[in-house]
Protein backbone atom coordinates (compact mmCIF):
# COMPACT_ATOMS: atom_id res chain seq x y z
CA UNK A 1 0.00 0.00 0.00
CA UNK A 2 1.49 3.37 -0.71
CA UNK A 3 1.93 5.75 1.64
CA UNK A 4 -1.13 8.09 2.31
CA UNK A 5 0.30 10.55 5.57
CA UNK A 6 3.31 12.18 5.55
CA UNK A 7 4.56 13.73 8.61
CA UNK A 8 8.02 16.41 9.27
CA UNK A 9 9.72 17.22 12.24
CA UNK A 10 11.62 20.72 12.96
CA UNK A 11 13.22 22.34 16.07
CA UNK A 12 11.97 26.01 16.35
CA UNK A 13 13.51 28.65 18.91
CA UNK A 14 10.53 29.85 20.46
CA UNK A 15 7.88 28.96 22.88
CA UNK A 16 5.10 26.79 22.03
CA UNK A 17 2.41 29.32 22.92
CA UNK A 18 3.62 31.88 19.80
CA UNK A 19 4.39 29.14 17.36
CA UNK A 20 0.31 27.83 18.21
CA UNK A 21 -1.17 31.28 17.69
CA UNK A 22 0.26 31.52 13.86
CA UNK A 23 -1.30 28.01 13.51
CA UNK A 24 -4.95 28.99 15.17
CA UNK A 25 -4.79 32.18 13.03
CA UNK A 26 -6.51 32.17 9.43
CA UNK A 27 -4.00 34.52 8.19
CA UNK A 28 -0.95 32.53 9.70
CA UNK A 29 -1.93 29.38 7.42
CA UNK A 30 -1.17 32.42 4.49
CA UNK A 31 1.39 33.89 5.82
CA UNK A 32 3.14 30.23 6.19
CA UNK A 33 1.65 28.53 3.32
CA UNK A 34 4.83 27.26 1.08
CA UNK A 35 2.54 26.35 -1.84
CA UNK A 36 1.60 29.62 -2.86
CA UNK A 37 -2.43 28.34 -3.02
CA UNK A 38 -3.85 30.42 0.25
CA UNK A 39 -3.54 33.25 -0.98
CA UNK A 40 -5.91 35.20 1.96
CA UNK A 41 -7.98 34.15 4.62
CA UNK A 42 -11.40 35.60 6.78
CA UNK A 43 -11.71 34.68 10.34
CA UNK A 44 -11.46 34.71 13.86
CA UNK A 45 -8.64 32.68 15.56
CA UNK A 46 -9.45 29.40 16.60
CA UNK A 47 -9.77 28.24 20.01
CA UNK A 48 -10.91 24.99 19.90
CA UNK A 49 -12.33 22.10 17.58
CA UNK A 50 -15.39 23.00 15.24
CA UNK A 51 -14.32 26.25 14.43
CA UNK A 52 -14.21 27.67 10.91
CA UNK A 53 -12.37 30.14 8.64
CA UNK A 54 -12.22 30.89 5.33
CA UNK A 55 -9.47 30.49 2.66
CA UNK A 56 -9.47 31.77 -0.67
CA UNK A 57 -7.33 29.71 -2.66
CA UNK A 58 -5.80 29.75 -6.03
CA UNK A 59 -4.82 26.14 -7.67
CA UNK A 60 -3.18 27.96 -10.77
CA UNK A 61 -0.31 28.29 -8.17
CA UNK A 62 0.42 24.82 -8.06
CA UNK A 63 0.15 24.42 -12.08
CA UNK A 64 -1.54 20.59 -11.60
CA UNK A 65 -5.19 21.19 -12.05
CA UNK A 66 -7.27 23.58 -13.87
CA UNK A 67 -9.39 24.89 -10.50
CA UNK A 68 -8.35 28.42 -10.59
CA UNK A 69 -9.77 30.73 -7.71
CA UNK A 70 -11.99 29.16 -5.06
CA UNK A 71 -12.36 29.10 -1.16
CA UNK A 72 -12.30 26.14 1.12
CA UNK A 73 -13.77 26.36 4.36
CA UNK A 74 -10.85 25.24 7.11
CA UNK A 75 -12.58 23.10 9.62
CA UNK A 76 -10.81 22.48 12.92
CA UNK A 77 -10.99 18.97 13.91
CA UNK A 78 -8.63 18.29 16.77
CA UNK A 79 -7.35 21.32 19.40
CA UNK A 80 -5.51 20.99 22.81
CA UNK A 81 -3.90 24.91 23.45
CA UNK A 82 -0.09 24.81 22.56
CA UNK A 83 -0.11 21.63 21.88
CA UNK A 84 -2.25 20.30 18.92
CA UNK A 85 -4.20 21.40 16.27
CA UNK A 86 -5.45 19.43 12.93
CA UNK A 87 -8.05 20.71 10.36
CA UNK A 88 -9.73 19.33 7.63
CA UNK A 89 -11.70 21.69 4.54
CA UNK A 90 -14.58 21.20 3.05
CA UNK A 91 -15.75 23.32 -0.31
CA UNK A 92 -18.85 24.52 -1.56
CA UNK A 93 -20.86 21.84 -3.75
CA UNK A 94 -18.11 19.38 -4.01
CA UNK A 95 -18.49 16.15 -2.04
CA UNK A 96 -16.52 15.61 1.66
CA UNK A 97 -12.74 14.90 0.90
CA UNK A 98 -11.65 13.21 4.13
CA UNK A 99 -7.78 14.76 4.35
CA UNK A 100 -6.41 15.94 7.34
CA UNK A 101 -3.60 18.61 7.74
CA UNK A 102 -1.89 18.83 11.64
CA UNK A 103 0.42 20.05 13.95
CA UNK A 104 1.75 18.42 17.00
CA UNK A 105 3.91 20.88 19.34
CA UNK A 106 6.76 19.53 22.43
CA UNK A 107 8.82 21.96 24.42
CA UNK A 108 12.27 20.90 23.61
CA UNK A 109 15.66 22.55 24.83
CA UNK A 110 15.29 24.43 21.56
CA UNK A 111 11.85 25.79 22.03
CA UNK A 112 9.34 23.75 20.51
CA UNK A 113 9.59 20.33 18.59
CA UNK A 114 6.91 20.83 16.21
CA UNK A 115 5.41 18.01 14.05
CA UNK A 116 3.75 19.04 11.07
CA UNK A 117 1.74 15.83 8.88
CA UNK A 118 -0.64 15.65 6.64
CA UNK A 119 -3.29 12.67 5.95
CA UNK A 120 -5.30 11.72 3.03
CA UNK A 121 -5.76 7.71 4.50
CA UNK A 122 -9.17 8.57 4.73
CA UNK A 123 -10.22 10.35 1.16
CA UNK A 124 -13.34 9.04 -0.44
CA UNK A 125 -13.29 7.39 -4.01
CA UNK A 126 -14.62 10.76 -5.56
CA UNK A 127 -10.83 12.04 -4.65
CA UNK A 128 -8.74 8.93 -5.25
CA UNK A 129 -8.33 9.30 -8.70
CA UNK A 130 -4.59 11.02 -8.77
CA UNK A 131 -5.45 14.19 -7.15
CA UNK A 132 -3.73 12.82 -3.66
CA UNK A 133 -1.25 14.15 -2.54
CA UNK A 134 -1.58 18.03 -3.02
CA UNK A 135 1.54 18.87 -1.42
CA UNK A 136 4.13 16.82 -1.41
CA UNK A 137 6.27 16.11 1.98
CA UNK A 138 8.99 18.50 0.71
CA UNK A 139 6.21 21.24 1.24
CA UNK A 140 5.48 20.37 4.34
CA UNK A 141 9.14 21.02 5.11
CA UNK A 142 9.19 24.04 3.66
CA UNK A 143 6.23 25.43 5.66
CA UNK A 144 8.01 24.35 8.57
CA UNK A 145 10.95 26.63 7.53
CA UNK A 146 8.67 29.60 7.03
CA UNK A 147 6.66 28.86 10.15
CA UNK A 148 10.37 28.81 12.28
CA UNK A 149 11.64 32.27 10.77
CA UNK A 150 8.13 33.77 10.95
CA UNK A 151 8.36 33.06 14.91
CA UNK A 152 11.93 33.66 15.42
CA UNK A 153 11.57 37.02 14.03
CA UNK A 154 8.70 37.57 16.24
CA UNK A 155 11.27 36.84 20.22
CA UNK A 156 11.76 40.12 21.65
CA UNK A 157 15.51 40.97 20.88
CA UNK A 158 15.10 39.67 16.80
Keep these: MATERFEVRRQIAAPSEGVFAVLCDPQG ?6 SGMLQSAEGKPVTGAGDEFVVHMDRESLNDYPL ?3 D ?25 IGHRYGYRLEPSEVG ?7 DWSEITEDFRRGVFPVIPEAGLR ?11 QQRPGH
Design 29 to 34: HVTIDS
Design 68 to 70: GKY
Design 72 to 96: VTVVITRFVANTEIEWTITVKDWPR
Design 112 to 118: TLVTSYY
Design 142 to 152: ATLGILARTVE
